[in-house]
């Protein structure tokens, strides 16, 4: 199996080692193919942090880096970025950049006139599914979100698909086989066959809350089965990031084969 790693962050946005840090990390492992994904900055007015991830240089940057290690590893500049429903116009702009391929992922949901984050913290969740009038719509207005977000074309990875469930740890908030989640997801995984992207098999989960890859291993099948293609991500931020999760990604890929 070639070894590889399709989402990771630099300091070129929320992560602690420099670009070229990580390349060079990325040989010492022996990574056939390494895709650096920063998070992309906000659009304008939208937060007071995050303003200067993805900056022109760092991009020149990762250009250079390509090339300068051509034969040694393969490097794909990526992306991430965050779909916001009011910043649509912005969005299609930006992701019109030569990217070699584009990460999408919910962060926010918009309720009422707030956005709220859905990993920050347990008590910002809490407040998240009050506001929401309870986990069920919260959870369906996430995966709506989502589906905006693939039907819109612009992208081509769907990252932590199931990132919603973050602080579900023994279904505290919902089961994920309760018929009317399980529509949701399907829904979902129907229109990201029907749009040709692929799904982030996102390691991350494991060293959050909810103790669990993204997404579940049901979805992971759900999606084979539709013809799916699916790519290992740790989600790096730091060094011991960049193989944590790694191994047991490969296994379970293997066993829904």
């Known amino acids: 199996m070639v070894k590889a790693n399709y989402h990771t962050h630099t300091t070129g946005s929320d992560g602690k080692l420099k670009p070229e840090e990580l390349v060079k990390l990325a040989i010492r492992k022996k990574f056939d193919i390494l895709g650096i994904t920063d998070h992309y900055h906000f659009p304008p007015g939208f937060r007071d942090w995050g303003n200067d991830y993805y900056s022109t240089e760092h991009f020149r940057e990762l250009k ?38 584009r990460l999408v992922s919910v962060h926010f949901v918009k309720i009422g006139k707030e956005y709220f984050p859905i990993d920050h913290s347990k008590e910002s969740f809490e ?22 977000a693939i ?3 612009w992208f081509d990875v769907v990252a932590h698909f199931d990132i919603i469930k973050v602080w579900n740890k023994n279904n505290k ?17 129907k229109l990201i066959s029907k749009k040709k992207m ?38 790096e931020h730091k060094a011991e990031h960049l193989e944590a999760g790694l191994a047991r990604s490969e296994l379970l890929l293997r066993e829904i084969k």
């Open 198 to 235: 692929k799904l982030d098999l996102n390691a991350s989960g494991w060293r959050r809350p909810c103790d669990e890859q993204y997404p579940s291993l049901w979805i992971l099948r759900e999606a084979k089965g539709l013809g799916i293609e699916i790519l290992i991500g740790t989600d």
């Open 127 to 148: 407040k998240m599914v009050k506001s929401s009038g309870g986990i069920k719509k919260l959870v369906k207005n996430y995966y709506s979100d989502l589906r905006s």
């Open 173 to 189: 908030y919902f089961s994920g086989d309760e018929d009317w989640y399980m529509k949701e997801v399907r829904k979902t995984l």
């Open 151 to 153: 039907k819109s074309g």
């Open 64 to 101: 250079r880096l390509k090339k300068k290690y051509k034969g040694k590893i393969k490097i794909l500049v990526g992306v991430e970025f965050d779909w916001l429903k009011d910043y649509k116009s912005w969005t299609k702009k930006e992701a019109k950049k030569r990217f070699d391929y």
